[in-house]
């Protein structure tokens, strides 16, 4: 089972609990696959949840310990682990894609990506102050201090399995918490190959824990659990919702990155070709499967014919195969759900009206899907409504400005929008009117450390990355006081 992968240094399929990798405590485990093969890559166990109580004493403990450091020694902590995931740089690739499908080569930006969470917020410990206000008298001061939350809990996705995690554990660890994680039970080696980097590292045991069972089991306790102080979750918009619905009862801290459905926007004076650059970043990163990808391409009548061309000459260019050769951009879908799904919401957009310009069918690799573009889709669509989360380009006509902002905002998503244009004014005024939480503005990648990360709407609560990220993980303390 996964020889290709069990040589690795970083590989272990044992739950991390205290500092120890725990030897299977149950007789229940799942399978992690291959996307592109479906070779068995580990069997992971599935932790029975009697051991859940002790992990949170583990993490608490850790706590204790970890937020009396000084922001010096946090900073340096963050540091060293940022070397050691660029140390095992191409191990850390290897592992991605074996088992999350994607392209060995943006399996390594990945990993860059991840490192540089640690990096920035090993950066950021250092900077996190307080404020002294004017009192009501001279003889009154008045103090804002800024403390770690306490326990925090992850819960993380298959699409980006590290950089996901590095996005939430580098500002908790950075702010003087400690971080419980339940990664995707379709990808957690990355998680754990993270942990076994961090074992490495001289920490107080239990300050990052990875734990994998049955999802609703897990999240469901940690959201009731009372010395469980912060969620943050990434994933779809209905389990944000069940997470927030049981964290009422705690009145946790909560952190959502939940579902996108992201406009890109081609107005009739926009630079075509820059468009197209852009488009096939936002579209075919992970072959389409990422929260930010665009999923609705509103193009102005008047460019849709030498768009269209232009765009179907650069999807030529796209190779399809397994991702651990380098060679490929489009890969295998995460499985045969995801498959399915970008199936029906293609069929059903032709069957509708849509005209096929390209691809709309099944590779012959497993769980692939040949990349597509559509024409005449309709905003009734379910192709338009919903997350496609596969490589199909599906276009709308548009003719007024106003008519292209209304159909950008008529969806209950707001996380991320494109907007390509060459007027100033327009720019501004799209950027101030859409209903998203970040937009690109002639630019189709718009994540970045330095960047605020997070929507509007139903997509979630909170921001990730940053200066702004460090926040979701502190508490602001008043103290006021009277000198006599």
Not at 234 to 261: A, P, R, Y
Request: proline share 4%.
């Amino acid at each position: 089972m996964g020889a290709s992968i069990s040589n690795l240094s970083i590989y272990t399929s044992l739950n991390y609990i205290g500092g120890v990798f725990q030897q299977p405590l149950s007789s229940s485990f799942f399978q992690v696959e291959n996307p592109a093969s479906g070779e068995v890559l580990a069997q992971v166990e599935m932790m029975d949840p009697c051991h859940h109580e002790s992990v949170v004493q583990h993490a608490h403990q850790a706590f204790q310990e970890w937020s009396q450091k000084s922001a010096s020694d946090r900073s340096e902590f963050l540091y060293r682990l940022y070397q050691k995931l660029l140390d095992h740089k191409d191990e850390f690739a290897t592992l991605i894609s074996s088992e999350q499908g994607k392209s060995v080569i943006e399996a390594k930006g990945e990993v860059q990506y991840a490192a540089n969470f640690f990096q920035w917020y090993a950066e950021e410990a250092r900077r996190i102050y307080g404020d002294t206000i004017p009192g009501p008298s001279s003889k009154d001061k008045i103090m804002v201090l800024r403390s770690p939350v306490g326990v925090c809990a992850a819960i993380t996705p298959w699409n980006f399995p590290l950089a996901m995690i590095a996005r939430k554990l580098a500002p908790a660890l950075a702010a003087g918490c400690s971080m419980i994680l339940k990664p995707s039970e379709l990808t957690p080696l990355s998680a754990l190959a993270l942990a076994k980097v961090f074992d490495s590292l001289d920490a107080p045991k239990g300050l990052f824990q990875v734990i994998n069972g049955d999802p609703q089991t897990i999240g469901e306790f940690f959201c009731t659990h009372p010395q469980i102080r912060k969620i943050t979750f990434t994933g779809s918009t209905e389990v944000g919702k069940l997470l927030m619905k049981q964290s009422s009862s705690t009145v946790k801290n909560i952190s959502l990155e939940l579902g996108g459905n992201a406009p890109f926007l081609v107005f009739e004076d926009a630079d075509l070709d820059a468009a197209v650059e852009g488009a096939m970043q936002s579209k075919f990163r992970n072959t389409g499967q990422t929260c930010v990808c665009s999923n609705r391409f509103l193009v102005h009548d008047s460019v849709l014919g030498a768009f269209v061309k232009k765009m179907m000459k650069a999807m030529d260019t796209l190779r399809t195969g397994s991702g651990l050769d380098e060679q490929h951009e489009i890969c295998p879908l995460i499985n045969h759900e995801g498959l399915e799904k970008v199936k029906r919401l293609v069929t059903q957009a032709i069957d509708q009206g849509a005209v096929l310009h390209k691809g709309g069918q099944p590779l012959s690799m497993r769980n692939g899907y040949a990349p597509t573009l559509l024409t005449g889709i309709k905003s009734s669509m379910d192709i338009f409504k919903e997350e496609i989360f596969g490589p199909v380009v599906a276009i709308t006509t548009f003719r007024q400005d106003q008519e292209a902002l209304e159909l950008a905002n008529d969806t209950h998503y707001g996380l991320a929008a494109y907007c390509y244009t060459q007027s100033l004014s327009r720019s501004w005024y799209m950027a101030e009117n859409l209903e998203y939480g970040m937009v690109g503005i002639n630019k189709g990648i718009i994540s970045d450390v330095a960047s605020p990360f997070g929507g509007v709407k139903q997509s979630g609560l909170g921001r990730e990355g940053s200066k702004y990220g460090l926040d979701e993980y502190v508490e602001k303390k008043t103290i006021s006081i009277r000198t006599l």
